[in-house]
T-cell receptor, first 108, second 113 residues
C-alpha cells in the first residue's frame, strides 16, 4: 500500500464548478499535512497546510480527518488558472512524502 | 528573500562526467533537502540536511554525493551517472524538520547521455 494515495484523475470541470480532491495516508504517526500545486515542468508550490479544524483560503478549503487518515481539498468557482496537478503531502518522521497527484483541467 | 535558487536550470552530461548542482536559500531555514522527480511521478526524497548535517539518506546510490558547506548552501555532486538518472532535481528548505511546508527551488533538469 502506498504511503499517500490519491486519485490521479484527470478531473475535467467547467469554469465556475466546484471540485473536490481526496487523499488517504497510511502512517498514523504522520504529523503534518499539506496540499501543493504543481504546474507542468515547474516546481511544487505550497497551496495550504491542512488542519483537523479545517482551513480556508479564498476559494480553497482543506480538511483533515485524523481518525480516518483522510485529507480533502475543495476548490470553489474554478478558474482556468486552477488547471494543474494537486499533490497531497504528508510529513512523517521529518520527511515530506508526496502522493502521486491529481490532475485538474478547467475548461471554458 | 523568500526563494530557493538552484543552478544550473538545465544540465546535459555524459556518463563519465563529474558535475555539481547548487542550491541556495537566505530565509534562515536550517533544514535543506534534495528531491528527484521523474516525468509524471511525484517528487521522491533523496537527502535531508538538518543544521548542516546529513540526517537522512534514502538509500541513494553513491554516484550522488550531497554536501552542505554552510546553512545557506546545498550541493549535489554527480559522478558516473546513468541515463535513467535523467530527471528534475529539486532542492527545498524549511524552517524546521517537522510541521512546516517546504519551499522548493525551480529545479535542475538533468539529462544524462
Amino acid at each position: 500500500r502506498k504511503e499517500v494515495e490519491q486519485d490521479p484523475g484527470p478531473f475535467n470541470v467547467p469554469e465556475g464548478a466546484t471540485v473536490a480532491f481526496n487523499c488517504t495516508y497510511s502512517n498514523s504517526a504522520s504529523q503534518s499535512f499539506f496540499w501543493y500545486r504543481q504546474d507542468c515542468r515547474k516546481e511544487p508550490k505550497l497551496l495550504m497546510s491542512v488542519y483537523s479544524s479545517g482551513n480556508e483560503d479564498g476559494r480553497f478549503t482543506a480538511q483533515l480527518n485524523r481518525a480516518s487518515q483522510y485529507i480533502s481539498l475543495l476548490i470553489r468557482d474554478s478558474k482556468l488558472s486552477d488547471s494543474a496537478t494537486y499533490l497531497c503531502v504528508v510529513n512523517t518522521w521529518e520527511k515530506l512524502v508526496f502522493g502521486t497527484g491529481t490532475r485538474l483541467l478547467v475548461s471554458p | 528573500d523568500t526563494e530557493v535558487t538552484q543552478t544550473p536550470k538545465h544540465l546535459v552530461m555524459g556518463m563519465t562526467n563529474k558535475k555539481s548542482l547548487k542550491c541556495e536559500q537566505h530565509m534562515g531555514h536550517r533544514a535543506m533537502y534534495w528531491y528527484k522527480q521523474k516525468a509524471k511521478k511525484p517528487p521522491e526524497l533523496m537527502f535531508v540536511y538538518s543544521y548542516e548535517k546529513l540526517s537522512i539518506n534514502e538509500s541513494v546510490p553513491s554516484r550522488f554525493s550531497p554536501e552542505c558547506p554552510n546553512s545557506s548552501l546545498l550541493n549535489l555532486h554527480l559522478h558516473a551517472l546513468q541515463p535513467e538518472d535523467s530527471a528534475l532535481y529539486l532542492c527545498a528548505s524549511s524552517q524546521a524538520r517537522v510541521n512546516y511546508g517546504y519551499t522548493f527551488g525551480s529545479g535542475t533538469r538533468l539529462t544524462v547521455v
